[in-house]
């Protein structure tokens, strides 16, 4: 079965094709150098820019693959959730070109993808997963924070998540305040490598509650107060480098024991992660001492599919076509605010 997918949820149009649950073509534009003069993505250029890139992307994931438009099985794109107008762009043009083929079209949880993105490996993922299940993943973005137990295929169970900053925003948001460019996570992974992590001690937001919920704008606002009273701080080129290092290593650590401590007391042996946050270096460092101390094995996506893509869309939407699930009517809307189950 040869399968195109569109992920336009956000910031980054993308369209992948996918044969058999094996990625043949995966196209990326990114939009990070439009957004960069204003600190942050605005909703009205990014839908403007999903509008004049998909149909070139699409062209592009076609021919990287060497599959024309006819020889498609089925059309999947990104259903929520996500900037209205953006996801309205990759989901009705999802539909349409379903239509034209007469072909199947699967709308997609984004996050629901993010959760099985650790097997795309360039094979068909199917059997490496079941001999990594049950397990418990994190799924960790700008938007989102979640801890989800995993037993098999589509049968998953959301833990915890945010309630209030999703781990990325505070990177974001921290690094607004620091003087940062946008995006600010990947500055600060940047800095903090020559940074010291314990120069500054930051809180560790809800780490002693025995929830496997998040909650990340405390942090950010002790920061805030933290620069409020030490601004000639931001003057001093190695102690940024040292703040930097001490406000990840508070979210790395909430990140991390909690976590764990949710595949504990699940009782699994498997832990995974994904999400744009995955790319962070201490966070994927940490994850790995601490699962191997735990007596945990650790599956995280690569890093190309940490951020937004369509490589995840198609080979979970694949994988549901395969398990019987019915495809989405053609009339579907999308869902901005979808919660995974």
Known sequence: MKLLAIETSCDETSVAVVQDGRVLANVVASQIQLHSEYGGIVPELATRAHLRNLLPVARAALETAGVAAAELDAVAATQGPGLPNALLIGFQTGQALAFVLEKPFVGI???????????????????????FQPCVSLIVSGGHTLVVHVADWLQHRVLGSTLDDAAGECFDKVARLIGLPYPGGPEIDRLAEQGNPVAFNFPRPMLSEPSDDFSFSGLKTSVRYFLQKRPALLEDAQQVRNLCASVQAAITDVLVAKTVRAARRVGVRHVTASGGVTCNRALRAELARACAHAGLSLRLAERELCTDNAAMIGVLAARKLELGVPPTSRDAEILPNWELA
């Not at 993808?113 to 650790?118: C, E, I, Q, R, V």
């Open 109 to 131: 949880h984004h996050h629901e993808a993010h959760l099985y993105s650790p097997w795309i490996t360039g094979t068909p993922p199917v059997a490496e997963f079941q001999a």
